[in-house]
């Protein structure tokens, strides 16, 4: 009787472990087509991302949208590092950039 009781539990086991492999099977095929579309997703934004940040169309959208021009030679000011403004440098290009205006 212990046999057969062992038995019955053996192979109830065995068939709730095949089932399992199953529902898991399908969970991982499940997996794998979400895996896919987030991938195609992902490859889609990227190519958005290169679109939107070409210098051609943020110049485009510069001068078209939110009407920016070129500036002249003399509206162009160079930034001075912080090392060379102790020595007083960004003083005096300020003050040539100042006179002449």
Known sequence: MKIIVVL?????FIVWLNLENVRVGYD???L???KAELANYNRILNIEISKLGSLERIESVA???LNLTTP???EVL???RKEEEKNGIFKKALSFVLSIF
């Open 72 to 74: 002249d030679k003399f």
């Open 28 to 30: 991982i095929g499940k």
């Open 32 to 34: 794998e087509k979400k």
């Open 78 to 80: 160079t930034l001075i």
């Open 8 to 12: 019955m539990l053996a192979v109830l």
């Open 63 to 65: 001068k078209n949208e």
